[in-house]
């Protein structure tokens, strides 16, 4: 069936969906059902049927991701690389002149984050980490989250884990993996749904012509080809939660770090693919 | 069509009826719609006719030769890999000099138009272009010879069902 | 900030046909899209994009605002000597970008 394309508008959104079959319309049902639990509803995916997006993507995609001179997200490792080594704030620091060389001292760190600080006795995911080395160590202005520069230095850091399996083993993220698991199955917005509704429930099948992913965060930061540039996991919840009609979480809040904390755990031992290329 | 067309500010300039009544619909659809409510002039099938007439002239088109590679099937039309390979011994005496890429609905018939020479030893290119739409492309190579070869693909652009409001 | 990548085999054999790729960093604003307020915002493209062996010109590009962003080019030659490979982009509102590669053939 032909499709117009190109309209990123809400109006857009609504009539694509009155046009769909099938999966929305129970989901739809699943909906407007209310009686039925969303706990029970929304069991976890067993580890060995999880699948990265990347395997639903067209070869063109794939390619895409695969050759680093073809994969956009790269010239932003790049600028990562210029930051990490360029020194910045009062006290005239580089990220290098303390954590030399990435490709080692980062290495396995964006597999492993959002990690528990203790000294804030909470969880900090890698942009908030990032933040507290420059304010406190380099005394320069932390970076504005989804800043070019931010995403860059994200970009180079999580590169220096690809291939890198994905680590959820603090005992002290619980509560946290807790609070996000409670919002990935909480039912919002004016579809009222669930984030577990499609992505635990109805991955695999189809939405608007594209396959319903299991919604793993193995690729962050990455290169969207409907933005056209690099965003992270929270700009792709907040994507998601627009298009749900929901409101969405404000950049950097506790319910988004407890969702990226959630979203690691139920990942864990998926390798890193970052910087992916998603459509 | 020696007709002027007057435009005031902000009115898009449309060749028919039909398109200037669908333009004065989706204004009428409301301020608050970000984005795409206004439609630029698009182009149509007969734009991209003569956008290829004013590189061909009235050379005859010919089929064959040339081998334009772009998905069937598009996940996103952002970015749709596209690359163009032309049979050509490129030679100094046999080559491809010019390849161009046409579409027929995004709002410019152009997409990209390269001039190569003998030196390049393969007449191919790659690149990523944007297509707004389902729609015909069509790739074009000029032979040093003066003869002009094509090859058209139909391309199916999806949608992801999930957008977001601009940053 | 890095705003071109190029590949291409440093060491190619005389003669031999070689791929080059480029990818540069440009947002190429179309020029048709409106602001969520319905302003028009304005065309930002690379237009033209030129690539030069030891000076010569071995390709060069004319870009529309199809070009998706963040341009990627691929395009071939011939390995004829060792010398410098010099890709140069220009566009709208004064745009240059420049980058320089060396190759070494045997």
Known sequence: ?279 | MGEKRRHRAGQVSSGTRREVLQFAGSVALGGVLPSLAVRPAAATPATMQSAIAAVIGDAKLNAGRVKLEIPPLVENGNTVACAVVVESPMSASDYVKAIHVFNEKNPQPNVISVKLGPRAGRAAIATRIRLSDTQTVTAIAEMSDGSFWSHAVDVVITLGACLEDPL | ?106
Not at chain 1, 3 to 28: D, H, I, K, M, Q
Not at chain 3, 21 to 41: P, V, Y
Request: charged share 20%.
């Open chain 3, 1 to 106: 900030m890095a705003r071109a990548l190029i590949k291409v085999s440093p060491n190619p054999r005389r003669g031999e046909v070689i791929e080059i790729k480029t990818l540069i960093s440009h947002e190429m604003e179309t020029g048709f899209r409106h602001s969520t307020t319905g302003a028009a915002i304005p065309r930002d493209i690379i237009t033209t994009f030129v690539a030069t062996y030891n000076g010569e010109e071995i390709f060069s590009a004319q870009l529309f605002p199809a070009i998706a962003a963040n341009p990627f080019i691929t395009f071939y030659t011939i390995a004829k000597e060792s010398g410098t490979l010099e890709f140069r982009w220009t566009g709208d509102n004064g745009y240059a970008a420049s980058e320089q590669v060396k190759i070494a053939v045997e």
């Open chain 1, 1 to 279: 069936m032909k499709r117009a394309a190109l309209v990123p508008s809400a109006f857009a959104f609504a009539r694509a969906t009155r046009r769909l079959a099938g999966p929305v319309r129970r989901l739809g049902a699943v909906a407007a059902a209310g009686t039925l639990s969303s706990l029970s509803l929304a069991a976890d995916i067993p580890l060995n049927e999880r699948r990265s997006s990347y395997e639903a993507m067209s070869a063109a995609t794939k390619a895409m991701q695969d050759d680093d001179s073809a994969n956009p997200a790269t010239l932003w490792v790049l600028d990562g690389e210029a930051l990490w080594r360029a020194s910045a704030g009062a006290a005239g620091r580089a990220c290098a002149d303390c954590h030399g060389e990435a490709s080692q001292s980062m290495r396995g760190v964006a597999a492993r984050y959002p990690a528990y600080d203790a000294k804030r006795q909470t969880p900090v995911d890698l942009e908030g980490r990032i933040n507290i080395c420059r304010v406190e160590q380099q005394q320069a202005a932390a970076l504005r989250l989804e800043s070019k520069e931010l995403l860059a230095l994200t970009a180079y850091l999580a590169r220096q884990s690809r291939g890198l399996p994905i680590e959820s083993n603090d005992n002290r993220l619980a509560p946290s993996i807790e609070a996000g698991r409670q919002l990935f199955q909480r039912r919002q917005g004016q579809l009222n749904l669930a984030c577990a509704h499609c992505h635990d429930d109805h991955w695999g099948e189809k939405l608007a012509g594209n396959a319903v992913p299991q919604g793993h965060p193995t690729g962050y930061p990455l290169y969207r080809l409907e933005w056209q540039g690099v965003g992270s996991l929270q700009r792709r919840l907040r994507n998601c939660m627009i298009g749900m009609r929901a409101e969405s979480y404000a950049f950097g809040s506790p319910e988004f770090i407890a969702l990226e904390t959630y979203l690691m755990w139920r990942a864990r031992g998926m390798p890193m693919e970052s910087p992916a290329v998603r459509p």
